[in-house]
């Protein structure tokens, strides 16, 4: 038995074999081969391969999230049977004799650079395929396949670290827990794991060398710890506890159906976070009584071009109707920080955190928002939708969101496409924010306290760094007095206020935030049933 000590991310035990996901080395050398039609014939191979993993990428994603998202796909396959990008593989192995991998990297940036230098904006965007197509070539070539989630058994995943990118691309379904050697309790990527309900370890001081696919492990949140090849007694105290949670779990259900209300009459709007169109499911499940927050950057994730409007459209409004009438509030883009994207070409900053992100981007690349808020504008007419803005720091970007909005709305009315102009309101994470919140309630329907962030800059503690997690104390009294001034700034301009960070599952504070006023609870969706037994057990409010 090996145990290795971890922060826990969400406090659930799971047990099951690991599959380790390796950093994928693309460092590319050259070298002679004397057997062309050999080297040739690892290419064909490698060809074949990538098409049957795009095949399943596209049925994936056409399942999970419809037709105008896996396109994607469809088209890199297409790429992959381009004969001139064949053409010029062959070549180069063949005049030259040099391997495999050196003749796809090559080609790949040859015809990247060409079609970004075109003037063709459709044919710019293709820049980024071929590359995209031919890192994976590679990949297979060198042996570093993606791991096959959708035929793999369920398993712990063992990484050195997850992008929130790489993390919800993953099938959920295939997942017993996350173990991680770097990365912070308070990162995005953790916040996942807790929405997926999914048991979940960050720096864990494992060499990821010395772990192989297959181990047998158990993880326990609980502890705050990872076991490999642990002893049949361990395994079989973790089968009682599983069931022990497995029963625990049964008694929850018996809250499904029932009203989010205090001993004493108060009611609480107790919605739920998503990350994707697939986490509906999720919500629905666990009878969430809304959707508090949809984070729709995730639209923009894992992809090589900007999302379209209908793609966008289509993702929003198959939400709004899944959820048949109940409130979905989708947060507006939210790149940047932890949430890099290469086409947005952000560029490489010493502090992404306090930089150029969320509604700054938005505000200063207006077209990208424009596109947004027409697709959010177009799906509220099929149910009930409202938008939030994240990262308000003053009155003056409120006011020139609502100049944005109106142009849209003279965009669509111009063309004749039917709109409805939803509730909207702003996320309160930043220090100027709680203090001007007196103002910004008397301009918006709203106000979504992110205590994530808030609690970030309040404290000047950056929540990615991992060396930090200890400062990072949510519990702060800073923070809470925060978040009462800003339920008090709401309620007397008649406007209602809601906390969509962590903290709103954190039971310690539940009778806190009710006492304080708190309308609404936005929680990953495994915690809504935990909270609503909480929130039922509360008396003399």
Not at 39 to 64: F, I, M, P, S
Not at 138 to 161: H, R, T, Y
Request: net charge negative; proline share 2%; aromatic share 6%.
């Amino acid at each position: 038995m090996k145990v290795y000590k971890g922060k826990s991310v969400y406090k659930g035990i799971a047990m099951g074999n690991v599959v380790v996901l390796k950093n994928k080395d693309l460092q590319i050398k050259r070298y002679r081969v004397e057997d062309v039609e050999a080297e040739l014939a690892r290419v064909d191979q490698a060809g074949k391969r990538a098409k049957e993993q795009l095949q399943k990428l596209y049925d994936k994603v056409l399942k999970e999230v419809g037709e105008a998202n896996a396109a994607i796909f469809e088209v890199h396959q297409m790429m992959l049977e381009d004969e001139d990008y064949l053409d010029a593989i062959h070549s180069m192995v063949r005049t030259e004799h040099v391997n495999a991998e050196y003749a796809v990297a090559v080609t790949g940036d040859n015809f990247s650079q060409m079609f970004a230098n075109m003037d063709d904006d459709y044919m710019k965007a293709r820049a980024a395929d071929v590359k995209d197509i031919s890192n994976r070539l590679v990949q297979i070539l060198k042996g570093q396949e993606e791991v096959d989630f959708s035929s793999m058994e369920p398993a712990i995943i063992v990484a050195d670290d997850l992008s929130p990118s790489e993390t919800v691309q993953m099938d959920k379904e295939k997942i017993l827990a996350f173990i991680t050697v770097h990365g912070s309790a308070n990162s995005h990527t953790a916040i996942l794991a807790r929405m997926m309900n999914i048991p979940a370890l960050v720096g864990v001081k494992v060499d990821i060398q010395e772990i192989h696919t297959g181990t047998k492990a158990v993880v326990d949140g609980l502890l705050g710890e990872v076991t490999f090849e642990p002893s049949e007694e361990l395994c079989e105290q973790t089968r009682k506890r599983l069931e022990e949670e497995k029963e625990k779990l049964q008694l929850l259900q018996t809250l499904k159906g029932k009203e989010t209300i205090t001993l004493d009459g108060k009611k609480i709007h107790l919605y739920a976070n998503i990350a994707s169109v697939g986490d509906v499911g999720y919500v629905l499940e666990n009878d969430g009584e809304g959707i508090g927050l949809f984070r729709s950057e995730f639209l923009y994730l894992g992809r090589n071009d900007f999302p379209t409007e209908e793609e966008q459209f289509q993702a929003y409004k198959q939400v709004a109707q899944t959820m048949a009438g109940k409130k979905v509030i989708i947060r507006t883009l939210d790149i940047g920080a932890d949430k890099q994207v290469d086409y947005f070409q952000l560029g490489q900053e010493d502090n992404p955190a306090m930089g150029y992100r969320a509604i700054r981007i938005c505000l200063k690349q207006p077209e990208i928002f424009k596109t947004q808020l027409r697709a959010l504008l177009r799906a509220a007419v099929f149910g009930n939708i409202s938008i939030m803005y994240p990262m308000i720091i003053s009155v003056e970007e409120v006011r020139e969101i609502d100049r944005i909005v109106k142009e849209v709305q003279e965009e669509l009315n111009k063309v004749q496409i039917p709109y409805k102009i939803p509730e909207q309101g702003v996320m309160i994470e930043t220090p100027a924010a709680v203090m001007i919140s007196d103002e910004l309630a008397e301009l918006v329907d709203f106000f979504s306290i992110g205590t994530n962030d808030l609690t970030q800059y309040t404290l000047a503690v950056d929540r990615q760094n991992e060396k930090l997690d200890d400062f990072y104390n949510p519990h702060h009294k800073a923070i809470l007095k925060m978040i009462q001034m800003v339920v008090e700034n709401a309620h007397k301009c008649g406007k209602w206020a809601g906390i969509c960070g962590e903290l709103g599952a954190d039971l310690e504070l539940t009778e806190e935030f009710v006492r304080m006023g708190v309308d609404e609870l936005s929680v990953a969706p495994s915690m809504v049933l935990k909270v609503r037994k909480r929130i039922r057990e509360i008396k003399g409010i």
